[in-house]
């Protein structure tokens, strides 16, 4: 019994012992494969998807591109390091797909490059009218053309004056009596000197001894013939203007200056310019005058330089462009940043600072004040300090990605973590006025890439509906303009921007931005002056879509109204040189110019 009990407690013992072993060698695998598992789920789980050409979009599954189409990837691990709640994280890829760059802020002398506009004129010291000193009848003309040059001295025209030949007849009478009446014949000499003839003149009729019935008017100086004012048989006064010359051996060079350009200018400024017809050279000069005052039609005021005209290059009414690196005086040093890297909404200006640790890179939106532009950038009054880096450009991607991530951006600056709201604000006109005004400064700048031919075909559809939003604004009916700004929707939504790649492909999306957002304004308004003020920005961002997307063939014409948008001036296209002007119809049909001529 004892020995069957001893069996059974020894069998015991070697069962617990094998379970013991076996546990320690095989039973951890079912709960580590468990977890395994587990770990490998959960990595799929949180695996985020992304797109190489919109880095902003961020999904938790694989799929398409909601902007392009185009399969999502897998994005790169971003670390476990904890970072700001209101910053967006971009990886360095992500950054380098955006185009994304930074730079220093830093203090500098506020130097604005002011583009001005205005034309040759002459000086209006060297303007003389020529009148007649005699009346009568101007029985000759030996100058018939304006632009004819004629030396003082010259004669200009032959004339009869029965005063004159009085006038004669009684210093011949004189004559005969000057040696009892000496006074009377001076004073018969000095009558005929009040008429401005010369004493030669007077001595040459005395020796003829007859009376001279044609007299000739010489030129009182020397110019090109400006203005002719009477022609052969005409009866004129004493007084009375004939010609009109002027010397153009100096000339004036007359600048429109904007109000607010007017706190930069200075006399004694250096200006830059060029003259159209004089492709390859520039020329210099400086402010001599200011106008004290603002014209009340055009709201600009004259800005002078005096040029010396050697070879009467620059002649009045050319047409010249100019540049003065103007700056303000009384103000010290200041913060100044790129144009890019300012993102404006109308009531608020924002920028992206960078934060850089060893694992990552954020972006976090701040708020500025903005100063005055300085052309390519703007002087920032209150919210950036010395040495902060910040995005300067790809700062829409960044907000894109923010906007996305639920996080403060430019539109939705109180974000909570939840899906922004993506809709439109219908009222919002993307572009300021400032930008507006300079033609110059809406120039982009053309990269270096291949567009293909049938997204050319696109956009010159997208053209050809356009001119018809633009008649209709040339009409003012409003209705019309919203009816049209639809068929130009349509247009821009049968783009395929999938044509396009990399860089092409960011820039388009860029301008489609503004575009879709001021035509939203175009086509959800009645009244005719909202349409018309987004049509100034519509119209830019389209500038800039054609100048560096092209159209297959064709002339476009981009004209110019300085007087549009509260004298901000406004830009449209036109298919025909002639001016029909879309922000006044008929009240101002013909005001503008052409600013460009595009040949494709």
């Known amino acids: ?82 970072m700001d709640p209101e910053a967006i994280r971009m990886s360095e890829t992500a950054m380098q797909l955006a185009d994304v760059s930074t730079a220093k802020v830093e203090h500098r002398k506020p130097v604005k490059q002011v583009r001005l506009n205005g034309k040759v004129q002459t000086d209006e010291r060297l303007v003389h009218s020529q009148s007649s000193h005699i009346p009568g009848r101007i029985e000759k003309l030996a100058v018939n053309f304006r632009g004819d040059y004629v030396q003082k001295g010259q004669t200009l025209a032959y004339i009869y004056s029965p005063r004159l ?128 005052v603002i014209n009340p039609r055009t709201r600009v005021a004259k800005a002078r330089l005096e040029m010396k005209n050697t070879g009467s290059r620059l002649k009045p009414e050319m047409f010249v462009s100019g540049t003065v690196q103007a700056t303000l005086t009384n103000r010290p040093e200041t913060v100044v940043v790129p144009k890019s890297a300012v ?90 006025t400032e930008d507006m005004k300079d033609h110059a400064d809406h120039e982009p700048v053309k990269k270096d890439f291949e567009v293909p031919s049938e997204f050319k075909k696109q956009l010159e559809h997208v053209y050809d509906v356009y001119i018809g939003m633009k008649d209709a604004f040339v009409a003012s009916d409003a209705q019309a303009v919203a009816n049209q700004g639809r068929a130009v929707e349509k247009a821009l939504a049968g783009v395929d921007m999938k044509l396009l790649e990399g860089e092409a ?28 003020e987004a049509f100034a920005p519509f119209n830019l961002a389209f500038y800039k879509s054609l100048k560096q997307f092209g159209l297959p063939e064709g002339t476009v014409y981009y004209q110019y109204c300085p007087m549009a948008v509260g004298d901000d001036g406004a830009y449209w296209f036109s298919s025909q040189e002639e001016i029909r002007n879309p922000y006044f119809g008929d009240a101002m049909l013909k005001c503008g110019e052409v600013s460009e001529t595009i040949d494709y």
Request: aromatic share 8%.
């Open 343 to 432: 993102m404006w909404t109308g009531r608020r200006s924002v920028v992206y600072i960078k934060k850089e640790t060893e694992n990552s890179v954020s972006f976090r939106m701040r708020e500025v004040t903005l100063g005055p532009a300085l052309g390519d950038s703007y002087i920032i009054e209150q919210g950036l300090e010395e040495d902060e880096e910040i995005a300067v450009h790809g700062t829409f991607s960044i907000d894109a990605a923010a906007q996305l991530a639920g996080k403060p951006s430019m539109m939705n600056p109180t974000a909570n973590g939840e899906k922004p709201n993506t809709g439109h604000d219908h009222g919002r006109v993307v572009k300021s």
């Open 505 to 532: 492909h960011m820039e388009w999306m860029d301008y489609l931005e503004t575009l879709k957002n001021n035509l939203e304004t175009i086509v959800s308004s009645e009244d005719i002056d909202k349409q018309r």
């Open 1 to 82: 019994m004892n020995t069957k009990r001893n069996i059974l407690i020894i069998a015991l013992a070697a069962l617990a012992a094998g379970l013991l072993l076996g546990g320690l060698f095989f039973g951890g695998s079912g709960d580590q494969s468990k977890h395994d598992h587990q770990h490998d789920a959960s990595a799929e789980e949180a695996t985020t998807w992304t797109c190489s050409m919109h880095p902003q979009i961020r999904q938790n599954e694989s799929g398409d591109c909601p902007i392009c189409g185009m399969d999502l990837i897998p994005l790169e691990d971003e670390g476990e390091e904890q």
């Open 165 to 292: 030949v009085t006038a004669q007849e009684e210093l011949f009478e004189a004559r005969k009596i000057r040696e009892t009446q000496p006074k009377m014949f001076r004073a018969a000499k000095d009558k005929m000197k009040n008429w401005k003839l010369t004493e030669k003149q007077i001595e040459q009729i005395l020796q003829n001894g007859k009376v001279q019935e044609r007299f000739p008017i010489l030129a009182d100086v020397s110019g090109y013939v400006m203005e002719k004012n009477v022609n052969m048989g005409d009866y004129i006064k004493q007084g009375e203007t004939l010609f009109t010359l002027a010397d153009i051996s100096r000339v004036w060079i007359l600048f429109d200056v904007y109000e607010s350009d007017m706190p930069w200018m200075h006399k004694g400024d250096r200006v830059s310019f060029t003259v159209s017809s004089l492709p390859g050279e520039e020329f210099t000069g400086t402010i001599s005058y200011i106008d004290p």
